[in-house]
């Protein structure tokens, strides 16, 4: 399972020893299974002499009853323990794309932003898929593969070493081969997965935005450049499939060369003439072993197929396994935040956020505003550890990053888009904790809205929250902000879609409930800035901060802003 693979699971070899039990099991069967494969040719070798025997009255027809039971039995055991062997081969490939995909899930989660986590883990997943199948016909064809080639050389050599010195030369040049078109074969694999990768994007997206496109009435032209993508894709497949596939009958066709020797020389044993005596059941014997062992080696192609494919695969997701996602830590108790110098831009020249330092100490209420696309939800953003910020953010006297990096569940955050589950209002809220949530239900003031619902809490609200209005989304998800304690709150414009009666409630409740946090509250509406502790004005080089009345003196951006809006005057009433 996931636990099992604590060890690293960026190395390949963790995988194999964490499921070291099915492994076991598969190596005792396997080896079984392999040697056993021998025993075919040699009971058809013994079963094609007892006939010759039979037809000239050397041996009676019951040695042929009891040779046909021997082999029955024989392939009966031969082909349990390939069952067997089969078996866990499969769990341990199941297990293996568990342990992946939930390394895979825990990283995501935590260490890629929430914008581009759908595609990459659409890419991911198949990666994990691809690895965990060349793992699996990597350890299947070790022992069908490698062990019975063993097997059946061994059974060749003490049959006759010469002719099977001369027979065994062409599966090497097979191998060969196989090294040539090792390029070819990684590339067009690479290209094909590329594809695949865009392709599942697109598909994602038509998905995603189809009400978009057909409101726009862009539906033809989306559809075109998905077209674009699809033909892409299936181009590529085509050419990794026709390479792929052509490998192997290429290998059998080379290896088999060796069968004219193997008549020619064979039937020289037989009559006598050659380097060995051989009699019917030595050359048919023989002769199955070496057809069988033609078929292995082409098999080789296709371990070397799988693990090629799983290589490309197994080079992009590397850098995702990995173990170091650290348990989630409450702190105690809530502190202080200091904003330090902090500056931050999405390109390189004009920094959006510039020099923005306060104190804000647990229960005050910190208003940001600023003009539009000044950076607010940017500001916002930087207390989820997500953005490369410098300058520093400060929490009880601890960097908060390095606080986020230790674990420790600093954040708590509304955003603009609610991002709601396709579950219960109270699930949505909880996220699966037992705590109750009448208390942060009435903070949000939702009681009333909860009564008109005939589930109450236990309504559910669909893909994304289509069942409530965007006003009750928005509450549910400031519900579920306020539900998990956090020292610091951000609310990113959470009264966009209430009344001023309702905003001036659930301000009310945030004061009168929420002492221990430092909570910020971005907006454009600035009707209860005044009531706020400080303000936090974002304009590039205008920035200022400081308590309401002092803002409205030294920032002449804020003045006109609040002034507009509030009092609505002009700029001039400061
Ligand atoms: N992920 C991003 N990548 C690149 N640029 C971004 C990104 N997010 C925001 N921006 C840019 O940063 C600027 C500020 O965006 P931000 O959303 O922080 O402003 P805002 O003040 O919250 O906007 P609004 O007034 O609309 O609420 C904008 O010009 C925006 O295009």
Redesign the pocket.
């Known amino acids: 399972m996931a636990e099992d693979v604590k060890r690293d699971p960026a190395k390949v070899s963790s995988y194999f020893i964490a499921q070291w039990p099915a492994l076991a099991v598969v190596t005792v069967s396997g080896i079984i299974y392999n040697v056993g494969m021998a025993a075919g040719p040699w009971f058809e070798g013994q079963l094609a002499q007892c006939l010759v025997n039979i037809l000239q009255q050397k041996a009676r027809p019951s040695a042929m009853v009891k040779l046909s039971l021997g082999y029955v039995l024989a392939i009966f055991i031969v082909q349990f323990m390939r069952y067997l062997k089969r078996l866990y081969v499969r769990k341990f490939a199941n297990q293996t794309i568990l342990s992946m995909r939930s390394s895979l899930y825990q990283t995501l989660l935590t260490k890629t932003?929430l914008?581009d986590i759908g595609t990459i883990m659409t890419k991911a997943i198949s990666d994990a898929d691809d690895c965990a199948e060349g793992m699996r016909k990597f350890t299947t064809e070790i022992f069908d593969t490698g062990v019975v080639m063993i097997v059946y050389i061994v059974m060749l050599m003490c049959y006759d070493w010469r002719l099977s010195l001369i027979a065994l030369l062409f599966p090497p040049l097979a191998y060969v081969l196989a090294g040539q078109l090792k390029k070819v074969v990684t590339g067009a694999v690479a290209k094909a997965k590329e594809a695949a990768g865009d392709l599942n994007a697109a598909t994602l997206d038509r998905a995603g935005n189809s009400l978009t496109y057909r409101i726009y009435g862009v539906e033809r032209i989306r559809d075109g450049i998905y077209e674009k993508f699809l033909q892409n894709y299936e181009k590529r497949q085509i050419k990794a499939g026709v390479l792929m596939s052509a490998a192997e009958p290429i290998y059998y066709i080379i290896s088999s060369i060796s069968v004219i020797f193997i008549i020619w020389l064979g039937g020289r044993n037989v009559c006598g003439l050659g380097w060995q005596s051989w009699n019917i059941a030595a050359f048919s014997t023989y002769l199955a072993c070496f057809g069988k062992l033609s078929v292995k080696s082409s098999h080789a192609a296709n371990l070397f197929n799988a693990v090629q494919k799983a290589e490309v695969s197994w080079k992009r997701i590397k850098p995702l396994l990995t173990n170091d996602v650290p348990a989630r830590k409450q702190l105690a108790p809530f502190g202080p935040v200091k904003v330090k110098q902090l500056t931050f831009s999405?390109?390189d020249d004009q920094p959006?956020l510039e020099n923005i330092s306060l104190t804000a100490k647990p229960g005050e209420i910190v208003g940001v505003t600023?003009?539009?696309?000044?950076?607010?939800?940017?500001?916002?953003?930087a207390f989820l550890g997500q953005l490369p910020y410098s300058g520093t953010i400060e929490l009880n006297g601890q960097d908060l990053r390095q606080l986020q990096q230790a674990g420790y569940l600093t954040t708590a955050y509304l955003g603009?888009d609610p991002q709601l589950l396709a579950a219960s209002i109270k699930d949505n809220i909880a996220l699966g904790q037992e705590k109750a949530v009448s208390a942060v239900l009435s903070d949000a003031d939702l009681v009333q809205d909860l009564e008109q619902m005939p589930d109450k809490a236990a309504t559910q609200v669909g893909e994304g929250g289509t069942r409530l209005s965007g006003g009750q989304a928005a509450r549910v998800a400031l519900a579920r902000a306020l539900y998990h304690e956090r020292p610091i709150l951000i609310l990113?414009?959470p009264f966009a879609s209430v009344d001023q009666k309702t905003e001036m409630k659930i301000l009310q409740n945030l004061r009168q409930h929420y002492h221990d946090r430092v909570i910020f509250l971005?907006s454009?509406r600035l009707e209860f800035f005044a009531s706020l502790d400080q303000i936090l004005y974002?304009d590039g080089k205008k920035t200022a901060c400081g308590k309401h009345a002092d803002l409205l003196k030294k920032s002449l951006g804020y003045a006109k802003l609040y002034c507009r809006q509030v009092k609505g005057g002009s700029s001039d009433e400061k």
């Open positions: 932003s914008d999405w390109k959006l600023g003009p539009v696309a000044c950076g607010k939800s940017t500001f916002g953003q603009h990113d414009d971005i454009h974002i």
